[in-house]
């Protein structure tokens, strides 16, 4: 079974402040998809990351996709209110499954 | 409209009951996947299903528990004899294929609850 550790659980961080979110397995996935959720919502896609080694970037967030395709990160640089939510990484397993991590609970204070 | 869309936003049902859970992907999906999201919990996968057929699913309860996605009209996720296990938010994702087309986009879900 693949599995996907996904770290902070939860980060409360300051207006402006950067931050790392971590998403790690010991298993091989063929791309890694980042989502946000908001309360009472479904997931909305930012990105998918495909080949080992790629870094994404959209506006203030970075992507990354591990050389090995087991883990990935995604970095906020100076936080806003805004960027507050539930954000999962998701790899794809055999088969087009997503294997979810457990997600991380941002909340930015302003 | 051109995301999925899921219906009904909330369900309540009594136990014993059944929950039937809808759900229409994009337009110009024809892959279809059920997640359950538990409280407490990460989402789960539960099916996957393409037009009339059903392609893995591995992640669903073998009883009381069944999907399909017919030729025409939307995909259902079906629960008999419903318990208070089961109330959790639903979540319908479909894509346009797999590999490079397998982006999954979410629908809104639902919120079963049990009583």
């Known amino acids: 079974t693949q599995l996907l550790e996904q770290s902070p659980q939860f980060l409360s961080i300051q207006e402006g402040e950067n931050l790392t979110v971590y998403c790690n397995s010991s298993?091989?996935?063929?791309?890694l998809q980042w989502y946000r959720q908001e309360p009472g919502e479904g997931p909305v896609l930012l990105v998918t990351v495909v080949t080992g080694g790629e870094v994404k970037k959209l506006k203030r967030l970075t992507f990354q996709f591990g050389d090995a395709r087991k883990d990935s990160s995604l970095h906020i640089t100076a936080a806003q209110p805004g960027d507050t939510g539930l954000y999962l990484c998701?790899?794809?397993?055999?088969?087009?499954?997503?294997?979810f991590g457990a997600g991380t609970i941002l909340r930015v204070k302003s | 409209n051109a995301g999925v869309m899921q219906n009904p936003r909330h369900l309540v049902r009594r136990r014993g009951q059944e929950a039937r859970l809808r759900c229409s992907p994009m337009?110009?999906?024809?892959?279809v996947y059920w997640y359950r999201q538990l409280p407490e919990e990460g989402l789960k996968f539960m099916v996957y299903l393409q037009k009339e057929n059903i392609i893995d699913e591995s992640g669903m309860p073998k009883e009381r528990f069944s999907a399909e996605f017919p030729k025409e009209g939307p995909s259902i996720l079906r629960i008999q004899q419903v318990v208070r296990g089961d109330s959790a938010a639903y979540f319908c994702?479909?894509?346009?294929?797999?590999?490079?087309?397998?982006?999954?986009?979410f629908g809104p879900g639902t919120r079963l609850t049990v009583t």
């Open positions: 994702a479909s894509s346009q294929g797999t590999g490079i087309l397998g982006e999954q986009y």
């Open positions: 298993s091989v996935f063929s791309s």
């Open positions: 337009k110009g999906h024809s892959h």
């Open positions: 998701a790899g794809v397993a055999v088969g087009n499954k997503l294997v």
